[in-house]
Each structure stands twice: as structure tokens, then as C-alpha cells.
């Protein structure tokens, strides 16, 4: 009997894929930037699933190129780059990487936190350029972290699992911005649910952990820079889109907020020569918050269980669109 055939998008840690390829007539995009979208159209064209990742558009026009599709696996958590109810019309099952980077994505925001609030990155710099003579009384003043307030908007698993370490090892007061209440929060951590403008102007630190959608798509603009501290400290780790990037720009150079520390962008990756680049008080890494080789291969491992799961005609470990289940293609 042949194997299902599938194609992944980029190389995944083996922890999945060789499970992957034991299964499956899979091929692997081998090059380390993502497939041209007339490859990733040509190889659905025979695919009967695909390992996606954040970076390839799982939309309509794919689907109605994939006549043989039968799952869609995921490797992140989000999955703002497919169509879900699209999917779900088509019989497609859908599955994604949630809960196993919870930890590693919320070390990396308070890793952020703590970097741009004491100006570690623009002190290190300064070392490395020769510049640094003597202690200087003045020199690199951050900001304080003991007994703070922290804003969290988004307090799902990685909001509060940032507000656990703000809390606990800090002491730090915790705001939170949700369109649902979080009451395990509220009791642990005497978190207090919030509008957005408190958290904006109450917070010396806030970190974004929300969803990208329709409501948080440029929450984060030049009015809400403007309602914030000019000591305020702003962490992004969930997208790039839920702030402007120009807005962002300008805040920061112009001292609306003392700094930030994104791991996201739009777009990612952000041209050399982008402003954002060449400001002291922004720190921006590639993405990196799930990046542990516990929490990568565990996404690896969820990915190729959705993928067989979905080939065989069973339910997924992590389904998102479960209603499929009586129409799914098999």
C-alpha cells in the first residue's frame, strides 16, 4: 500500500519528522527560507497533508489547488496563516503546537523585559565599541523591577505564566487587559482585569500575549504609545501586526516610552536598514521565544501526531476545528 504523500514546508526538528517520513512519503523543503508560494501551490497540488509554519499562507486559493488534502499540521501555536473555517468547508482538519511553549515563550518576554528595562544590549554594545573608560555615576540608569506593575494583555497560559515570574520574583502588581476574566490569576496572583486604558496607563511594563485578530490587529498604536508611561517598558512575543510598527518607531525615538523588546515584527524579518534597528532602546530578536530544544522537539512531536492523526481519519491531539469530524476528507 503506498504512503500518504505530504509535504513540509521547512525542516523540523527530527523528534517529528522522522516519525514523518517513516509514515509517509514526505518531501522536506530543504532551504532554511520558506518555499516560493508557486512551489508551495505546485506541491499541494498532490499533497494529502502539509507541515505548515507561521510563514506560508494556508488560504483559499491553496486549498482549492489541493484537491487531495486531507490535514493541515501546523507547527506553531498560532494559526493566523490559515483559513480555519475554509478548511472546515473543504473537510480539511487542522491541527496546531499549543501548551508546550508556554515556559520557553514566556522566559524569553521576561528575558526581554529585564533587557530592555536595564539597557543591557545598549551597554554590552558600548563595551564592545571601545567606548567604556571608567563606572560612570550616570551611565546605562534602566529601570526598576521590584514592585512594579506589570500589564499583561492576553493572560492566557503565557500571560500568566510571565505574571507567575513577575509576581513571585519581583513582587510586581499585575494588571490585566482580556476579553475573558482569568479568576485563577486574580486569586494566585491578585491579578486585577482591567480596561485597556488602565493597563496603558498604570503599567511600567506590559507584555502583549494575545491573539491576532480583527480587535488586537494595531492595538498597540500611536494613541495608546501616547497614553503610556514615558517610563513604560513595551514586550511583544505573540505578532508583529498587534503594533504599529511606525507608531513604535516613533514613541521610542522620541521618548513617549523609554523602551521595548519585541521578538516579533511586521514584517519579519525587518530590512537591515529599518529605523527600528538603529535605536538604543529597541531590542528585537528573530523570533526565538519557543526556541529550547524541549519545547521545539515537543512541537515536532504534536505536529507529526496531528499530521498521521488527520491521514488516518482520527481525531487530532490538537484540533482546531473538531467539527469536521462528520465531513472530513478521508
Known amino acids: ?17 522522522d516519525k514523518i517520513r517513516a509514515a509517509c512519503d514526505a518531501e522536506v523543503w530543504p532551504e532554511p527560507t520558506p518555499p516560493p508560494r508557486a512551489v508551495l501551490l505546485d506541491r499541494a497540488a498532490e499533497a494529502e497533508g502539509i507541515v505548515s509554519l507561521l510563514t506560508d499562507a494556508m488560504d483559499v486559493p491553496l486549498m482549492e489547488a489541493a484537491p487531495h488534502l ?7 501555536v498560532g494559526f493566523d496563516n490559515i483559513d480555519v473555517p475554509a478548511a472546515t468547508e473543504r473537510g480539511i482538519a487542522v491541527g496546531n503546537t499549543p501548551e508546550v511553549l508556554t515556559d520557553a515563550t514566556a522566559d524569553m518576554a521576561f528575558c526581554l523585559l529585564i533587557s530592555a528595562g536595564r539597557r543591557l544590549v545598549e551597554a ?14 550616570l551611565g546605562h540608569i534602566g529601570a526598576d523591577l521590584m514592585g512594579k506593575t506589570l500589564g499583561i494583555v492576553g493572560m492566557g497560559r503565557i500571560g500568566s505564566a510571565l505574571a507567575q515570574r513577575c509576581r513571585g520574583g519581583w513582587g510586581m502588581n499585575i494588571l490585566y487587559y482580556d476579553v475573558a476574566s482569568n479568576p485563577d490569576a486574580e486569586t494566585s496572583l491578585g491579578a486585577r482585569k482591567v480596561d485597556f486604558d488602565t493597563l496603558l496607563t498604570e503599567s511600567d511594563f506590559i507584555s502583549v500575549h494575545t491573539v491576532l485578530n480583527k480587535e488586537t490587529h494595531g492595538l498597540f498604536n500611536a494613541a495608546a504609545f501616547r497614553r503610556m508611561k514615558p517610563t513604560a517598558v513595551f514586550i511583544n512575543t505573540a505578532r508583529g501586526r498587534i503594533h504599529v510598527h511606525g507608531d513604535l518607531v516613533a514613541a521610542l525615538r522620541s521618548g513617549e516610552i523609554f523602551a521595548a523588546g519585541l521578538d516579533v515584527t511586521h514584517p519579519e524579518p525587518l530590512p537591515p536598514e529599518d529605523p527600528l534597528l538603529k535605536l538604543p532602546n529597541a531590542i528585537v530578536a528573530p523570533h526565538i521565544a519557543s526556541a529550547t530544544r524541549q519545547s521545539r522537539d515537543a ?7 496531528n499530521l498521521l492523526a488527520g491521514l488516518q481519519g482520527e481525531p487530532l491531539q490538537a484540533w482546531l476545528n473538531p467539527e469536521v469530524e462528520s465531513t472530513r476528507r478521508r
Open 1 to 17: 500500500m503506498p504512503k500518504p504523500k505530504v509535504f513540509v514546508t521547512r525542516r523540523i526538528p527530527s523528534a517529528g519528522l
Open 299 to 305: 512541537m515536532g512531536e504534536i505536529a507529526a501526531a
Open 124 to 137: 554590552a554594545e558600548y563595551v564592545k565599541e571601545g567606548h567604556w573608560e571608567t563606572w560612570e555615576p
Open 70 to 76: 486531507r490535514v493541515i499540521s501546523n507547527f506553531a
